[in-house]
């Protein structure tokens, strides 16, 4: 059975980094893209960012460029998420998606598999 | 704005057919994935590539394409159905970049 499992969230002020972590598990991480997405409280579903299965490409939404930053760890099947200078936009909760195939920037990309997210809360 | 253009909401009474329209400048190029958010879930995909159900999909879920627009249909519609949907495509900008349409909220009368 897939499970992604989100953990990092909290509450943080205004200008602050965080790091967001995704362990995955039930099925071969290595071969896959992850992406993160994310969803203002009431607000519908907003890309993120992903990462290729080998960590060789990334892709980031116009609002994470410059402030996230993607990253994998093949051999603990884990994926990260940093984002530096946090605002209050940023809040959300962020989920942990499993891509069907192992690239990013496909006209064909899409998810199979969500975690339940962890909620992230920008305030002073 | 979304590049993907749902409508907001629609209504619809158990046993009839519902039909959630997703629109833009994407399709026909790229394809569209649906996914359904109950309140207090996870999105779940119910359709991919336009007109294909995953498996553990019930069959009143369908999917089909019209020009840019790309319609996912439930017909004889049941109170569990109730939820979000998001509709997912990938627009070119040098390079293809994921999009969500901005939801549609359907509810069961």
């Known amino acids: 059975e897939v499970q992604l499992e989100e953990s990092g969230g909290g509450l943080v002020q205004p200008g602050r980094s965080l790091r967001l972590s995704c362990a995955a598990s039930g099925f071969s991480f290595e071969d896959f893209a992850m992406h993160w997405v994310r969803q203002a409280p009431g607000k519908g579903l907003e890309y993120v960012s992903g990462?290729?299965?080998?960590?060789?490409?990334?892709d980031y939404a116009d609002p994470a460029q410059g402030r996230f930053t993607i990253s994998r760890d093949n051999a603990k099947s884990s994926l990260y998420i940093e984002i530096n200078d946090l605002r209050l936009e940023d809040t959300a909760l962020y989920y942990c998606?499993?891509?069907?195939?192992?690239?990013?920037?496909?006209?064909?990309?899409?998810?199979?598999?969500w975690g339940r997210g962890t909620l992230v809360t920008v305030s002073s | 704005s979304s590049e993907l253009t749902q409508p907001p909401s629609l209504s619809v009474s158990p046993g009839q057919t519902a039909r959630i329209t997703c629109s833009g400048d994407?399709?026909?190029?790229?394809?569209v994935y649906w996914y359904q958010q109950k309140p207090g879930q996870a999105p779940v995909l119910v359709m991919y590539?336009?007109?294909k159900r995953p498996s553990g999909i019930p069959e009143r879920f369908s999917g089909s394409t019209s020009g840019r627009t790309v319609t996912l249909t439930i017909s004889g519609v049941q109170a569990e159905d109730e939820a979000d949907y998001y509709c997912?495509?990938?627009?070119?900008?040098?390079?293809?970049?994921?999009?969500f349409g901005g939801g549609t909220k359907l509810t069961v009368l």
């Open positions: 997912q495509s990938a627009v070119f900008t040098g390079s293809y970049r994921v999009v």
């Open positions: 590539k336009d007109v």
């Open positions: 990462i290729s299965w080998n960590g060789g490409d990334t």
């Open positions: 998606v499993k891509d069907t195939g192992p690239t990013v920037g496909t006209y064909y990309g899409y998810f199979d598999f």
């Open positions: 994407a399709m026909p190029k790229s394809y």
